[in-house]
């Protein structure tokens, strides 16, 4: 609860987004994960994001954690969850104080074939305590998009039956300066 009363510090630093991914589905793997086609997609040509490692393990983790959730509850033996980044140009973050921000142009996109989530809960899915499981907190999700925001990032999904997309924009890591040398 600690994480929802106040700011999160955020220390930043450039993180190679591609082994946070692989570490995340090396966890997931042979846990919540069993059973599932668990493919990637990776853009290999994306620079460092500008984040915290541990925070970012954290956001993908939850993320692929619903998915296998999400793609388990087809009870078919076909769930699949895929993983795919990219390179999204263009895009810019406003802060609460109005100023814009680095662009985000690095894109996660965490998919699943499940049973997609319910209509009456897209409104108010990543606030508090809001869940589709029998057993939830509803705390994943809205610690997801704080810790996306702490880092100036942006969180969105789209989600019909058979298919769920949480797609995560994060900014890239500033290129040192020259007196950096």
Known sequence: MEAFSEDIPTPREPVNIHQVLDR????????????????????????????????????????????????????????????????????????????????????????????????????????????TKANGTGLGLALVTKLVTAHGGLIDFESEPGRTVFRVLLPVAPEPSSGDA
């Open 24 to 131: 995340v589905r090396a966890l997931v793997a042979n846990g919540v994960a069993d059973g599932l086609s668990l493919r990637e997609s990776y853009d290999p040509s994306l620079p460092s994001v500008w984040g915290d490692e541990d925070h970012l393990i954290q956001i993908f983790l939850n993320l692929v954690k619903n998915a296998a959730e999400a793609a388990h509850m087809r009870g078919d033996g076909r769930g699949a969850i895929s993983i795919h980044t990219a390179w999204r140009p263009g895009v810019r973050v406003r802060g609460a104080d109005g100023k814009t921000t680095a662009g985000a142009p690095i894109e996660v996109r965490v998919q699943d074939n499940g049973p997609g989530v319910p209509q009456t809960l897209r409104d108010h899915l990543f606030q508090p305590f809001v869940t």
